[in-house]
C-alpha cells in the first residue's frame, strides 16, 4: 500500500505538471546516468526503487532558451522478472509548451547478474500549446501578428532493447513511434533513434570508470556523443569494501558541445550532480548550459532481495 501511494502521488503530479517541450528530444549530459526518458528497457535496477531527476536551463542569456525537467521513478519486481516506472520529460522553448507523462514496462531475460537482456515499452501522451499571444511584438497592431492559442495532445511511445553485462551495457530505442510516419509539424516531436554502447569496470578498489559512445538519429541529423567518466572510491574496511564517493566526467558531442559533469555521493542511496554544458556553434558560444541531477534509491524487499553483488555501487 505505501508503495502504491507513492506511485499515485507521482503520477498525478506529473498529470497536473504544466510543461513546455521542444520539437526534438531534450538533449542532457545526464543521460548517462538514467537513459529512461529514450529507453524504457534501462529500468531493470535489480533491489531498488529508483528515482531521478535532472534539470536543465540551456543558453543562459538567450531570451526564451528552453528550460527543461525531467523526473522518473521505477521498480523492479524479482517475482515478475519485470520493472515498473513513471516518467515525465517536460521542456519550455519561446512560447512553446508541452508536456510528456509515460508509463514505463520492461521485462528482464535473464536469472543471474552476470547478464540480462530487458525489452521495455514506455506509453503515454505528448502535449504541445503555442501560444502566440506571448510573442514581444514591436509593433502590436500589426496584422501578419500571430497571437492565437493552439494545442494538441497525442499517443506517445517509446520502445527499447538493452543488454548489461559485467562490463558492457549495449543498447538500442526508438521514440515518439506514432510520428514514424507524419511530416514536421510544430506540435508533435518527431522520431529519434538511439544507439549506445557503454564499457564498465569496478574491480579497482581506488576507482570505478565507464567509456560510452552514442548515436542519435533524427529524420537525417545525426549526432555522435563520446563519454567518460570516473567514480573514486573509499575503503570502508574489510567487511564492506570500497564505497563510491564522488565522480568526474567529460562529454563531448558532434553537435558542437562540451560538457563537464560532477557527482556527490551523500550517502549510498543518495546522489547529486551538476554539467557544465558549453557550445562551440557560432552565435552560442557565449551562452552556456548548467544541468542538475538528484538520483535516490530506496532498497525494497520485493525487487531482487539483493541479488547484486555490490549493492553499494551505482550501476548504469
Same mark, same amino acid.
Given at each position: 500500500?505505501?508503495?502504491l ?19 526534438a ?8 546516468? %538514467? ?7 534501462s529500468?531493470?535496477r535489480?533491489?531498488?526503487?529508483? /528515482?531521478?531527476? %535532472? ?5 543562459v ?7 527543461v ?10 517475482d ?6 513513471i516518467? /515525465? ?13 509515460? /508509463? +514505463? ?8 547478474d ?7 515499452l ?10 502566440? &499571444?506571448l510573442?514581444?511584438?514591436g509593433?502590436?497592431?500589426?496584422d501578419?501578428l ?6 494538441? +495532445?497525442?499517443?506517445?511511445a ?10 558492457f ?15 514536421? &509539424? ?9 544507439g549506445?554502447?557503454?564499457y564498465?569496470?569496478?574491480e ?9 559512445m ?8 545525426t549526432?555522435?556523443?563520446g ?8 575503503p570502508?574496511? /574489510? ?11 567529460? +562529454?563531448?558531442?558532434?553537435s ?11 550517502? %549510498? ?6 554539467v557544465y %554544458? ?7 558560444n ?31
Amino acid at each position: 500500500m505505501k508503495r502504491l501511494s507513492i506511485y499515485i502521488f507521482l503520477f498525478a503530479t506529473i498529470c497536473w505538471s504544466t510543461a513546455t517541450f521542444a520539437q526534438a528530444d531534450i538533449s542532457m549530459a545526464t543521460h548517462w546516468y %538514467n537513459r529512461a526518458n529514450y529507453n524504457p528497457a534501462s529500468i531493470v535496477r535489480p533491489d531498488y526503487i529508483y /528515482l531521478f531527476s %535532472n534539470v536543465q536551463k540551456q543558453w543562459v542569456g538567450v531570451s526564451g532558451s528552453p528550460a527543461v525537467f525531467n523526473v522518473q521513478a521505477s521498480e523492479f519486481i524479482h517475482d515478475y522478472h519485470s520493472a515498473f516506472g513513471i516518467s /515525465l520529460v517536460s521542456d519550455q522553448i519561446g512560447v512553446t509548451q508541452a508536456i510528456n507523462p509515460m /508509463l +514505463t514496462y520492461a521485462y528482464k531475460i535473464g536469472r543471474n547478474d552476470d547478464w540480462w537482456l530487458s525489452l521495455g515499452l514506455a506509453a503515454g501522451v505528448f502535449s504541445r500549446a503555442v501560444d502566440g &499571444s506571448l510573442f514581444e511584438a514591436g509593433d502590436v497592431n500589426d496584422d501578419a501578428l500571430y497571437t492565437n492559442l493552439e494545442k494538441i +495532445t497525442r499517443p506517445d511511445a517509446n520502445v527499447g532493447i538493452e543488454f548489461q553485462s559485467k562490463h558492457f551495457v549495449l543498447g538500442f530505442s526508438s521514440t515518439h513511434l506514432f510520428s514514424i510516419a507524419k511530416t514536421d &509539424s510544430v506540435f508533435l516531436n518527431t522520431n529519434h533513434l538511439y544507439g549506445y554502447a557503454i564499457y564498465k569496470n569496478t574491480e579497482s578498489e581506488l576507482l570505478n570508470y565507464n567509456l560510452g559512445m552514442q548515436l542519435v538519429s533524427r529524420r537525417g541529423l545525426t549526432i555522435l556523443e563520446g563519454n567518460a567518466s570516473v567514480r573514486f572510491k573509499h575503503p570502508t574496511g /574489510l567487511s564492506t569494501g570500497p564505497r563510491e564517493i564522488f565522480d568526474l566526467g567529460l +562529454t563531448y558531442r558532434t553537435s558542437r558541445q562540451m560538457s563537464l559533469l560532477f557527482g556527490l555521493n551523500i550517502s %549510498n542511496n543518495f546522489r547529486v550532480g551538476y554539467v557544465y %554544458n558549453q557550445s562551440f556553434s557560432v552565435g552560442y558560444n557565449a551562452n552556456t548550459t548548467h544541468e542538475f541531477m538528484l538520483e535516490y534509491r530506496i532498497p525494497s524487499q520485493a525487487a531482487s532481495a539483493c541479488h547484486c553483488k555490490n549493492v553499494d555501487y551505482w550501476y548504469y
